[in-house]
Structure formats: structure tokens, C-alpha cells
């Protein structure tokens, strides 16, 4: 009796634990992929150099020209009290360290106002993805990314072109 019991049992969890895994869908999409397909982004590079052009631009031209300033003030010794060659003394480096990285700092602004640019458009991707997962019942949702094989069945990236309206291009292999 026991036996039987125990079959009974471990036949009752087998059915529930595939029930249980059955149950979970799990999807998968490249979110900037998707980011990339929106009519906002074609637009970006154009923004992005429009803020190099006139606010970047112009502050490393003040940046050196107040360094050549302060530089010509320090160097004249003989008219500068000793208080401002002291404080210009503690200036100076910093500038000199923005002009030599220069580049970097650009890049870093120029990389800020990307992310703030993309930022509401990742947020209508992911609500667009939830939504998708709503509707389809998907349990979860991974960037394609972190998958080495997946269903083609499982990739949800027309579902959410479709509800952001967007057009997705054909690839070579679609030919």
C-alpha cells in the first residue's frame, strides 16, 4: 500500500511540475533594436552635433581663452599681487586638465544628452513590451542579448513594432 501511495504521489508531482513549467512562456526581443527603429532616432545625430555646435564648441573656446588670460595675469608678476597669483596658481591646472582631456569630456556630454534623448523612448519600448506581455501572456521577457539560442517563435520584436507602429526592415536572409 504504501507503494502505491508513493507512485501516486510522485506521479501527482510529476504532472503538476509540467503543468507548472508549461505555464511559463517566456519571450524575447532587442530592445535597441527597436529603439533604433523609431522615427525619433534618425534624428539624433543631427541633434547631437547641433549641441556639439553651440554648446560644447564655444565653452572650449572660452576655456582657453580664459586660461591664456589667467596664464598672462600669473606671468606678470611685477602687476599682480601676490593674493590673485595664488588663487590664479590654483586655477590654472584645472583648466589646463580640461584642455588636455577635452575629448573625453566632450564625449561624456555628448553621451549624457544621447541618454537623455533615448531615455522616453526606451520607456514607450518597455511599455510597449509589457503591454505585449499582458496581452500574450508571456511570463518573461529577456533581451535577446543574454540568449545563445532561442525560438524564432518566441522573438516578439513584430509584436512590439506593431504596437509602436513601426516599420521593421528586411534583412538579407528574409530574400
Known sequence: MKKLLTVIVLAAGLIF???????????YIRVDDMVGL????????????????DSI????AQIIELYNYKDSVFKDSVKTPASVRQQISK???????????????????LQNKQDEYLAPLYRKVYKAIQDIAKEKKYTYILNKETLL????????????ANKLNLKIPKSDSDN
Open 57 to 60: 564648441n564655444p565653452q572650449y
Open 149 to 160: 539560442v532561442a525560438p524564432d517563435a518566441d522573438d516578439i520584436s513584430l509584436l512590439v
Open 17 to 27: 511540475s509540467n503543468n507548472a513549467a508549461a505555464q511559463v512562456k517566456i519571450g
Open 38 to 53: 523609431m522615427p525619433e532616432t534618425a534624428k539624433l545625430d543631427s541633434v547631437l552635433q547641433t549641441y556639439q555646435k
Open 91 to 109: 586655477e590654472l591646472p584645472q583648466l589646463l586638465y580640461q584642455i588636455q582631456n577635452w575629448q573625453q569630456i566632450v564625449n561624456q556630454a
